[in-house]
């Protein structure tokens, strides 16, 4: 995993608002930028034409960079390309394997952009070797703002790392930790529960939590971080957490080769059913 700033170029809408992120996350980070445009390879047998379409498409494809390459450049930032043919998603994960942040985008209410980033926010999530930050459309309404939030229904201006207590947790905790500091937003970490269990599990679920807030201050003495248990079912509640917060950062639980298997029904529902950009963090 290298210091890089990743973002797949198609030239759709969502692209663009991926694009703005992955250059807001560049400049904060001092990091380069990679950008990557991928076409879909030919399916024609005779070689003549397939060339001709490569050709059309590797022109399209370096006319799409070079646009997406100057605002970047403009804000002082280093910027590379490539092109390359294949599965959009395959090629992103691959390259995920030397970048510290992949940043895709969603465009609408469940559904994401056609070329680049149909399909590719989930399994990329899923698959990619760094984390993973899907953007979401402007919202509308009062902006968020840096602060702690107003209650414990509100996380407006915060990002917010939701985890399960069933395994470790510092990876997804260290990762909004430091997208907190990085955006001087304060940090809550929330853990869904159901409204039964015991008060042994309760008082370990808060042991643990208090464990990772104060791991969370000690990298960042500065940062305003506190944690919340919320009773619930967790799809629901992460998905009503993400109306308000910044950003909601989920964790994966490693890769069994099956999409539904290495992100779990909750995360496939909050990136399906949620309107606030999802970080999503690969765990050890």
Same mark, same amino acid.
């Given at each position: 995993?290298? #210091?890089? /700033? &990743?973002? !797949?170029?198609?030239?759709?809408? @969502? *692209?663009?608002?991926?694009?703005? =992120?992955? +250059? $807001?996350?560049?400049?904060?980070?001092?990091?380069?930028?990679?950008?990557?445009?991928?076409?879909?390879?030919?399916?024609?047998?005779?070689?003549?034409?397939?060339?001709?379409?490569?050709?059309?498409?590797?022109?399209?494809?370096?006319?799409?960079?070079?646009?997406?390459?100057?605002?970047?450049?403009?804000?002082?930032?280093?910027?590379?390309?490539?092109?390359?043919?294949?599965?959009?998603?395959?090629?992103?994960?691959?390259?995920?394997?030397?970048?510290?942040?992949?940043?895709?985008?969603?465009?609408?209410?469940?559904?994401?952009? #056609?070329? /680049? &980033?149909? !399909?590719?926010?989930?399994?990329? @999530? *899923?698959?990619?070797?760094?984390? =993973?930050? +899907? $953007?979401?459309?402007?919202?509308?309404?009062?902006?968020?703002?840096?602060?702690?939030?107003?209650?414990?229904?509100?996380?407006?201006?915060?990002?917010?790392?939701?985890?399960?207590?069933?395994?470790?947790?510092?990876?997804?905790?260290?990762?909004?930790?430091?997208?907190?500091?990085?955006?001087?937003?304060?940090?809550?970490?929330?853990?869904?529960?159901?409204?039964?269990?015991?008060?042994?599990?309760?008082?370990?679920?808060?042991?643990?939590?208090?464990?990772?807030?104060?791991?969370?201050?000690?990298?960042?003495?500065?940062?305003?971080?506190?944690?919340?248990?919320?009773?619930?079912?967790?799809?629901? *509640?992460?998905?009503?957490?993400?109306?308000?917060?910044?950003?909601?950062?989920?964790?994966?639980?490693?890769?069994?080769?099956?999409?539904?298997?290495?992100?779990?029904?909750?995360?496939?529902?909050?990136?399906?059913?949620?309107?606030?950009?999802?970080?999503?963090?690969?765990?050890?």
């Amino acid at each position: 995993m290298e #210091d890089v /700033v &990743l973002v !797949g170029i198609d030239g759709s809408p @969502a *692209a663009s608002r991926a694009l703005e =992120v992955a +250059i $807001t996350e560049a400049c904060v980070r001092s990091w380069p930028l990679h950008l990557i445009s991928v076409f879909a390879p030919s399916l024609v047998i005779d070689p003549t034409v397939g060339s001709v379409y490569a050709g059309a498409q590797q022109h399209e494809s370096t006319m799409l960079l070079e646009e997406a390459a100057e605002p970047a450049i403009r804000r002082g930032l280093e910027v590379s390309t490539r092109i390359e043919s294949g599965e959009a998603h395959r090629v992103l994960a691959r390259h995920s394997a030397q970048a510290g942040l992949v940043v895709v985008g969603k465009h609408g209410r469940h559904t994401v952009s #056609d070329r /680049v &980033l149909g !399909g590719v926010s989930s399994w990329l @999530a *899923a698959h990619a070797n760094c984390p =993973v930050l +899907i $953007t979401a459309p402007a919202r509308e309404g009062r902006p968020s703002e840096p602060a702690v939030a107003a209650d414990d229904n509100d996380y407006g201006g915060s990002i917010v790392a939701a985890v399960d207590g069933k395994a470790q947790q510092c990876t997804t905790v260290r990762a909004a930790a430091q997208m907190a500091r990085l955006h001087s937003k304060p940090l809550v970490i929330v853990l869904v529960r159901g409204t039964s269990g015991d008060d042994r599990v309760l008082s370990g679920t808060e042991t643990m939590l208090e464990q990772l807030l104060q791991a969370a201050r000690q990298e960042h003495p500065d940062l305003v971080v506190k944690w919340q248990v919320r009773p619930g079912r967790a799809a629901k *509640a992460l998905i009503g957490i993400s109306h308000s917060a910044d950003m909601l950062v989920l964790g994966t639980r490693g890769h069994s080769g099956l999409t539904g298997l290495v992100l779990g029904s909750v995360s496939q529902a909050v990136l399906l059913g949620g309107t606030s950009p999802v970080m999503v963090v690969p765990q050890p």
